[in-house]
Every structure is written in C-alpha cells, then in structure tokens.
C-alpha cells in the first residue's frame, strides 16, 4: 500500500487525496486542486470583496469601514438610553448595520440587500428611536 507524500499515511491504491492531511497524491490530482483554487481566486477578484459563509462581511473598503462604525455608534447610544423605549430602536439599528449580522439578515431574505435598503431599514429605525426619545 502507498504512503501519502506528506504525512506518511498509508493510502489505498485508488486514493487522490491523502485522508489525513488532504495532500494531492497524483500530478493529475495536483493540477486539479491548484486549477479549482485560481478559479476560485479569479470569482473572489471578480465580485470585487471577500463573501463570507453568512452573506456579508467588511471587505475592507470606505462603506464595510462606516457600516461598522455607524452600526456600533448606533449601539453605544441604544444602550445609553436603554432604560427608555428609544434604546430598542437605536439598539436594532446598529445590530442591523453590523456586517455579520446584516449577512445573517441577507441569508435569510435570500438575497444580497443593496446599500439604499440598509441605510434606509437603519435611518428608519434610528428616527423611531429619536422620536420617542424626544416626545416620551
């Protein structure tokens, strides 16, 4: 029986991959692997961001870098006003804003949400927030 040539696992003959370390045992197999990981490469650099398995996550540009920050401030002032009912609405705002949590939101809808949607589902919940902060 072979041995993987990376960990030294004995391998049936029929083996492509090593069970244990996952290493290619074949040329063929090699050039398959290395193939599917440029075409993956290729589609990442395509869609212009890195997609997590959730939908969404920063992707390191100006609007994932604001979409943290305006989801945490929105965050930090629902817990301030927390003891009113306008800390629910702030407090929903920011959880909607964060990245993961949108990506989360995203999966369920079974669509990505544009920008629009999310500033708008945001600003919505935020001036419920002000409004009873204010008037209550």
């Known amino acids: 029986m072979p041995e993987c040539r990376n960990c030294g696992a004995t391998l049936r003959e029929e083996y492509r991959f090593c069970p244990m370390c996952a290493t290619p045992q074949t040329d063929e197999a090699s050039r398959r692997l290395n193939q599917y990981i440029e075409q993956r490469a290729t589609k990442r650099q395509a869609s212009g961001g890195t ?5 969404a ?3 390191g540009t100006l ?12 965050i930090v002032l ?4 927390v003891t009113a009912v306008a800390g629910v609405f702030f407090l929903l705002a920011g959880l909607f804003l964060l ?4 990506g989360r939101i995203e999966s369920a809808v079974g669509r990505r949400l544009g920008p629009a949607p999310t500033a708008g589902v945001a600003g919505v919940l ?6 009873v ?3 209550l």
């Open 57 to 59: 996550e920063n992707d």
């Open 99 to 102: 990245p993961p949590i949108h």
């Open 126 to 131: 935020a001036a419920f927030g002000l409004v």
């Open 63 to 74: 609007r994932g870098r604001l979409q943290y920050a305006a989801g945490y401030v929105a």
């Open 133 to 135: 902060f204010v008037f």
């Open 51 to 55: 997609a997590s398995s959730n939908g």
């Open 78 to 81: 629902g817990l301030a006003t």
